[in-house]
């Protein structure tokens, strides 16, 4: 008796010593989610260690669910995209990627996979918001220290924090990345419940973030964004007479008052551009709209061409990983990446995997919004993918660690939303306290 008392507290230690660790790793790899650099020519973020090691730890204590069918996708990407680099593409560019190039895409290929696999668990634990909460704190953090640096003339660490001395990136090693990943992490502070004065102070330190990165893309993916929530707000919410009533009022005000802010743009552009030089960059989105896509260092329309040129190169297989800027270069003298996800995936994957693969999302989202059981994590995660979508339109996010991560979580939470559709309502009554569970870590 006294052994078997003994080994059950050994096993409560151990369990006790597990848990603790996966949480630590958890929030450091959460806080670490706004970092990228290059490190000998490799794009890394230290999120990708303590994602690992949480990996490990839930094979290591046999928790982990793989899920048969991304893992089955998975696969046939990567027979796709290794046997299209090593055979077909040589045999019509005459071209042959190098083992490395190979070796380092395929190795993001199963980084972002294991993301999916970590998410897709975190469901399970009820660690989903623990993890968007820290990512989301660290986010506006580092978004307010560039508010500080900006305002007070602060060059500390600058060629760190700043692209070109001028446009705030935070530690990421892109500041049109570094303002989606803001927009992304200001929604747990819009969708949670907390006092009004925080949510206004994370809504300002995200605007002048997204500001001083002198960003386009985060320009057009926040005004994307609000727009989603307004029209969700307009079309979904039920209101109230007096409510309706005064928000006609404020939408009459507003109308008075646009011919007074069209006339005074000149003065708030050159006021802004005085204090935020990167403004400069995004006030061509409201002077030239058409230029703001091909001049000032974007280039967008040369990229998108390129790459629409490569998909139709290889439309059915793609042209692989590893192999994307080489053969851009060699045949249309452009190295740069395709600045768009929808079109890198489809030059890489082939047209049919990536119209799946996109589809599947769409679904994931359109279940997220009808799912039966009402749960605001589900909502969080579904608005950072549509962020992060928008945000494809410009920039090419299909390595966002972030993107894997989160779709992992909905996915596995859209499965148990599905149990509790199928549930009866005895089983229903157990099943919906996994999911209030979740809120006490919103404090």
Known sequence: MVFVKLHSLEANSYNHRNNLLFKAALIIMAILLHQSQVILGINISFSDIFCFVLFLLLLINKEARIPVAPTIFFLVVSITVLSSAVFFIPAIVMYNPSAMSLANDYMKLVAIFIYFIVGYNLTEKRYVLK??????????????????FTLFHIHYL???????????RGLMIDPNYFSVLQISAFVYFSRVEMKMRYKLAAFFVLLFSVLISGSKTGIMTLIGYFTFRLCEYILLKRKGMLVIIGQLLVLGCLLILIPVVVASLDYIFQYLSNVVPSFSRIQLLFTDFSGAFSENGSGRTVTWEVALHLIQLSPLIGIGIGTYSSIANELFYENHISHNTFLQLSSEWGLPLAFLFFMYILIILWKATTARVNNSTNTILRDIIIILLLGSLAISLNNARILWLVLGALVSSLKQNDSVKNAGEKDVQEILPLYQKEKEYHA
């Open 131 to 148: 993890t968007i909460k820290w990512y989301s704190r660290s986010g506006i953090m580092i978004g307010g220290l560039g508010t500080i």
């Open 158 to 168: 600058s060629s760190l924090l700043f692209f070109d001395n001028t446009r705030y």
